[in-house]
């Protein structure tokens, strides 16, 4: 495969391109259980040492995640399961998973939230209450991520946001745990950039990785915005044209990554990378951001860019 990559001759498309390349480097991914060849066509496509976040999925066993783990941990990738917490029906049952995850996959991160079940399996109601407590300490875990909403949450209001997020904060801190964010997917970068500068003006200077749907069919895009609860239209979305854009019949995120660099050149706020959902399958995305982050893209009249392939 051959990837052109055009020539700025501006300086201002120079600087431009720099800090699109310099946001898309050292970018995550989710997966939703990877199966082995998955796993295998990343190779070709994503650095080695990459994070791979693992999506909790309630209607499925929890120790499904176990093997996609040891795959990617087999591969050089670094995998980074999703503890949802309130799929468990014991303390005893996150034990036997962190147990396993430790000793097979040589888990030393998580994602530890919630969840989405309306009724929790048993003893555990909220993240905070695993991350509080040195069970993830006691299998070697260092550290854990936590859930962000720059477009709010269908079910909490933004005060309950704030309190959860501190407490979980907090108790990461005591107990020794390094802690970042990973937010949900949003459609709009403005969202995001009121939402990154509000959290610096709290004091909560941890890493945040912003989360963006990677190349995806733009139907199943709208479905898993809804089933997500994320605030976006099927109008509103359409008049993204970063949206409509296409690779291999996929939308892309490019209008929303440009004008987001720019916010976040020189650290303006803060230490801020980029999270990938692969809802178009992993492999996808993770050879649309390599491209960007390579610099192998040309920027466009419409505030987004083309990776060309």
């Known amino acids: 495969m051959t990837i052109a990559t055009a020539v700025s001759t501006s300086p201002s498309e120079t600087a431009e391109r720099a800090q699109v390349a310099a946001l898309m480097r050292g970018f995550s991914l989710e997966a939703t259980r990877p199966t082995a060849a998955d796993v295998e066509a990343l190779r ?4 080695p040492g990459t994070h791979v976040y693992l999506s909790a999925v309630p209607s499925r066993p929890i120790d499904e995640i176990v093997a ?30 962190l147990g396993t995850l430790a000793e097979r996959a040589r888990v030393q991160r998580l994602l ?12 555990f109601h909220a993240a905070v209450e695993a991350i ?16 962000g909403y720059p477009d709010g949450h269908p079910r909490l209001p933004p005060l309950e946001l ?25 459609f709009t970068a403005d969202a995001i ?26 139907a199943s895009l709208l479905r898993y915005a809804q089933r997500c609860g994320v605030k976006a239209s099927t109008l509103g979305l359409a008049r993204q044209t970063g949206l409509a ?12 990554v440009r004008p987001l660099a720019e916010a976040c050149a020189g650290d303006a706020l803060g ?22 982050a390579a610099g192998s893209f040309s920027l466009d009249g419409t505030d987004g860019f083309r990776v060309e392939a």
């Open 44 to 47: 070709t496509v994503a650095s």
């Open 68 to 97: 996609p783990a040891i795959a990617l941990r087999d591969a050089g990738f670094e995998p980074v399961p999703h503890i949802a917490v309130r799929n468990f029906e014991s303390a005893a049952a996150l034990d036997t998973l």
């Open 112 to 123: 530890v939230i919630g969840g989405d079940r309306d009724q929790p399996a048993g003893f």
């Open 132 to 147: 509080d407590g040195g069970l993830l300490q006691r299998h070697g875990i260092v550290e854990t991520g936590i859930a």
């Open 162 to 186: 704030d309190r959860a997020l501190a407490a979980k904060i907090e108790a990461a801190e005591q107990s020794g745990l390094k802690l970042h964010i990973v937010t949900q997917f949003c």
């Open 193 to 218: 950039v009121r939402w990154l500068a509000r959290l610096r003006d709290l004091g909560i200077d941890h890493p945040v990785r912003v989360g963006l749907a990677g190349p995806t069919n733009l």
């Open 245 to 256: 854009r296409h690779l291999f019949g996929m939308a892309t995120p490019d209008t929303i």
């Open 271 to 292: 230490d801020v990378a980029l999270h990938f959902f692969g809802f178009g399958g992993p492999v996808a995305t993770a050879r649309w951001a390599n491209g960007a």
